[in-house]
């Protein structure tokens, strides 16, 4: 986007702060005149001011935060994960010091205050101009409120802190805060959401000035109405403030955005597997993208050049849950070649870093049990959504068992002595001819060193294969499936991190959103309805789809595309029994009988499985200790016993407990 320097933007905005929200982290820059209050009453300072929220929201999003999977059922802490992501997977020590710190969110509401409070004065723009700029304004401040107080909540009749709410512009430093209640918190967000309508276009085009030709999906009033759709979802949920009609709101909502997809330019992609492609970042199923850039080459709106470690900025998404698959993938093919498990030797490892394996951060792993137990506990061949999200073969890259009159890295100076070569009694893994450090090649042959199956493997097969098996009831925290679908093929060094899009919105969540609020409603059909909608879609595949498989999982041909994929869409309908289960009413309680929202929300993990997001599903919901409980412990027995209801919202930062130095001190949440 070629608009403003980066530099530019975060002064504009900090200039209007002042202080946060409840605060005595003062500015101590020198305040530049044309970054004043007055600024905002200018197009530029508006467009300043939205355009440095939107680069603040980039920064929260594209960091390297575990928070939105660990403690979850669809997420552990992986085998690098920090001391903090240990804590809030298994719920025990989490406190105010160690909690995830939004106080940026402060500073970016106040700028967005400031707009509100001076745009109508500014007279060099348009009428129409000053409509949709306040319009994002208003939108960005509840899309902030309504994180914030997803994490941390407000003051209820048994809830006695939570997070403030502050609508007018404050310009001079108090120390003096107190929790809002959550009632007015919530009437705020969907009075912000509701009015941002209006303003805001259908679709973008080349001359929005937040989001440039092709370059970014800002705000839109199909985005708007999405997310006062999930704040009617989530508020009706909240039985000290719902109102009656929450739910219905939810499901009306939903259900006129899909309706009218071509006003809004959505849709869903025929396959799957098109929708998580780099090409499509910007297309028609992705609504509303969080850019970074390419680097150099943009130098206005992103500003994010190449880190002197490698990388586009501060996407992690895609090595945060990809396995290190150098250092705990070794094989043994001498001793205990069939065991299961097999003999894991650290020593003779068959991998190394490539452009196209990825960078192994190895934060967060995939709960195994709920994964294969529960998500796909049947295979891949009627859902294509498992292929399409996880690499689960590694092409062996890395020459290990040379032939025989060489001597193998890592083997002892006494296996040297005896003559072993590494070539192993299964003889020598062939390696990749198209290893790259410094492109994005897929394997074109090689053969595999490690495979992560979907079902228990009979010795036979064992028998006949070289390298390392890894079977559903052994996926540790070592050891997992890579979520693949964020890999960024433009990549050209081992340690660079991404420049795609992060996706906050995608158009196939309106379906699930529907389907949640029609059951809600007592409205299996419906529900049914529309989440057969993802079913049917979610069976589709294309042969191009089928080089990062394994080779022996289900694919499909020219030939037989058409007959596989009927057959597959129509064995992918909710079955009666699954029919029967989203008939079985809402009951939270940990033990009971799976219900329809079980059902609901493995439906979410399925289709949106590794966004930033999981989290605040289960709460939203409030299944967490539900879920926690039914699939954790397997892999985190002690989150089963420490999870209790208050984990629901995190902790009150410390440093805004510590920034209220007059008037009644900030209280923590509840059972903080």
């Known amino acids: 986007m070629k608009i403003f320097k980066k530099t530019a933007i975060v002064l504009a905005a900090l200039a209007a702060i002042g202080t946060v929200s409840s605060c005595k982290k003062l500015l101590v820059e020198q305040p530049r005149t044309q970054l004043l209050p007055d600024y905002f009453k200018t197009g530029g300072g508006i467009i300043a001011g939205i355009i440095g929220v939107y680069a603040d929201i980039r920064d929260y999003s594209g960091g ?36 995830p710190g939004f106080d940026g969110r402060w500073a970016d509401i106040n700028t967005l205050n400031g707009v509100l409070k001076f745009a109508p004065l500014a007279n060099d723009i348009t009428d129409s101009q000053k409509a ?45 805060e107190a929790p809002a209640p959550l009632a007015d918190i919530y009437n705020q967000i969907i009075k912000d959401f509701t009015e941002s309508i209006s303003g805001l276009p259908n679709t973008i085009t080349s001359d929005n000035p937040f989001s440039g030709a092709g370059a970014g999906k800002t705000a839109t009033a199909a985005v708007a109405k999405t997310y006062l759709a999930k704040a009617y979802l989530t508020r009706g949920y909240l039985t000290e403030i719902a109102q009656p009609a929450d739910f219905q709101k939810a499901a009306d909502l939903s259900a006129e955005v899909i309706a009218n997809k071509g006003v809004y330019g959505l849709d869903l992609w025929q396959s799957y597997a098109d929708a998580y492609k780099i090409e499509n970042d910007y297309g028609k199923e992705n609504m509303f993208n969080i850019d970074y850039g390419l680097g150099g080459s943009d130098e206005n709106y992103t500003r994010y050049q190449q880190q002197g470690d490698g990388g586009w900025g501060i996407n992690f998404l895609y090595v945060v849950w990809r396995w290190d698959y150098i250092a705990n ?45 529960t998500l796909w506990p049947a295979g891949q061949i009627k859902d294509s959504r498992f292929d399409a999200t996880f690499q689960t073969f590694w092409i062996y890259n890395k020459p290990l068992y040379p032939a025989a009159g060489s001597v193998a890295p890592g083997l002892t100076s006494a296996e040297v ?46 028998d006949a294969f070289k390298g390392l098996i890894v079977e559903p009831n052994q996926i540790n925290n070592l050891r997992w499936p890579t979520v693949k679908k964020f890999d960024d093929t433009r990549r050209t060094r081992l340690n660079d991190k991404s420049a795609r899009p992060i996706i906050m919105l995608r158009f196939s969540e309106l379906y699930l959103i529907n389907a949640e609020a029609n059951y809600m409603l007592g409205k299996t059909t419906e529900a049914a309805n529309s989440l057969n909608v993802l079913r049917t879609r979610a069976a589709y595949r294309n042969p191009s789809d089928g080089d990062r498989i394994p080779k022996h999982a289900f694919r499909v041909t020219a030939a037989n595309m058409a007959a596989a994929n009927a057959a597959n869409i129509a064995a992918n309908q909710l079955s009666a029994s699954e029919l029967a289960q989203l008939a079985v009413a809402y009951n939270k309680t940990p033990g009971t009988a799976l219900n329809g929202l079980d059902l609901i ?63 009644p001190k900030y209280p923590q949440n509840n059972g903080y």
């Open 132 to 176: 949709t700029y306040i319009a994002q304004a208003k939108f960005l401040r509840a899309w902030l409120y309504f994180q914030l107080v997803q994490t941390y909540g407000g003051t209820t009749a048994t809830e006695k802190s939570g997070i403030p709410l502050n609508i007018e512009f404050i310009e001079a430093p108090r120390s003096s």
């Open 417 to 462: 002595a005896a003559g072993k070569t590494g070539a192993g009694s299964k003889g020598a893994l062939i390696p990749t001819s198209n290893f790259s450090e410094t492109a994005y090649n897929i394997p074109v042959d090689g053969d595999t060193a490690v495979l992560i199956t979907d079902r228990d493997v009979t010795m036979a097969r064992r």
């Open 64 to 99: 390297e935060s575990t928070l939105y999977w660990v403690g979850t059922d669809e997420g552990r802490q992986g085998s690098s994960g920090s001391s903090t992501a240990q804590l809030f997977d298994n719920y025990n020590g989490i406190n105010s010091s160690n909690t």
């Open 601 to 663: 929300l493995d439906e979410y993990s399925r289709e949106l499985f590794g966004d930033q997001r999981r989290w605040y599903d289960l709460v939203r919901t409030r299944y967490l200790v539900r879920r926690v409980k039914m699939y954790k412990g397997a892999t985190a027995p002690s989150s089963v016993d420490a999870v209790q209801d208050f984990h629901m919202r995190r902790p009150i930062p410390q440093s805004l407990i510590d920034a209220v130095l007059t008037g």
């Open 329 to 373: 993938a070794g094989i043994d093919n001498n001793n205990n070649i069939d065991a299961v498990p097999q003999t894991v030797s650290t020593s003779k490892q068959p991998m190394r870093r490539d452009n196209y394996n990825g960078r192994p951060y190895a934060r967060v792993a995939p709960n195994g049990p709920y994964l294969y137990g």
